[in-house]
């Protein structure tokens, strides 16, 4: 399941604090930009049906000191406004598939293994799909990301705000798969339409129950493992050692 970062348990999820460090030279930039350029005159031509590009450029020459300064007033606003609605653009775009290397971490059973009821599917970390720049360790601090959108030496992608956590997480030791929406699938499944990305069995190297794995999710996993395509995936369940207060995991 692909899961785009709005729907993450993690609130501050692609939350930027969004800020222009250098908002008259930007503005200055992007001003010059237009009055220089006959090919966004002609885009915006419906706005100026009585002007030449050479009486539109000297109009906004002459009055390109009041426009800046207006244009500075504004832009923490925007700022603003674009640090507000970053989750969902990029949540528009892209998902993330996340995965942790203890398959034997308590915490991690009880909040994401359906309080130790559910399964832990392992992957061969080894194959080309976790090779990729889309692959991504994550990095954990209380430090904002903070980027500014006017600098053209920012890489103005996902990536950038998709590897950053609050320390409260670093226990999950988290690493992700950013994935492109267009090459996901939509499924409606009991909890909601859900994006899925279609991967090969050779992907799978184990399947490990929880502590509390039902019979019924048992049978389940059993019939599947029964196919000729899951011959080579192991099975595993998680045991609980009181005496050294962790859990283990043995081989069925």
């Known amino acids: 399941m692909v899961t785009p970062p709005k729907y993450l348990n993690d609130v501050f999820e692609c939350s930027p604090v969004i800020r222009c460090e250098d908002p008259w030279g ?8 237009i009055i220089g350029s006959p090919a966004w005159f002609t885009q915006n031509r419906a706005h100026f049906p ?15 000191p009041d426009l800046a300064q207006k ?55 080894k194959h080309q799909l976790f090779s990729g720049r889309s692959f991504v360790k994550m990095g954990y601090s ?30 999950e030791r988290e690493s992700r798969l950013i994935v492109d929406l267009s090459f996901t699938s939509l499924r409606d499944m009991a909890s909601g339409p859900r994006y899925v990305l279609p991967v090969g069995p050779e992907l799978i190297m184990s399947v490990t129950l929880g502590l509390r794995t039902d ?20 099975l595993f369940k998680i045991q609980k050692d009181v005496a050294a207060g962790v859990l283990k995991r043995v081989r069925l």
């Not at 030496?153 to 409260?168: G, S, V, W």
């Open 142 to 171: 209380d430090t904002a990301v903070i980027f500014d959108a006017s600098n053209p030496n920012n890489r103005d992608d996902a990536e950038l705000f998709l590897t950053r956590k609050k320390l409260d997480w670093s226990y």
């Open 50 to 64: 009585n002007l030449t590009f050479e009486q539109f450029q000297a109009g906004m020459k002459q009055h390109a």
């Open 215 to 234: 019979d019924d999710v048992l049978a389940k996993v059993l019939r599947a493992l029964r196919e000729p395509r899951f011959q080579h995936v192991e």
């Open 71 to 125: 244009m500075v007033a504004e832009i923490p606003a925007i700022d603003l406004e674009l640090q507000t609605k970053m989750v969902d653009l990029i949540s528009e775009k892209f998902g993330v598939v996340c995965f942790t290397p203890d398959v034997t971490h308590q915490k991690m059973w009880g909040i994401y293994g359906a309080s130790h009821s559910g399964v832990a599917i392992e992957f061969d970390e």
């Open 26 to 33: 930007y503005t200055v930039s992007q001003l010059g930009g």
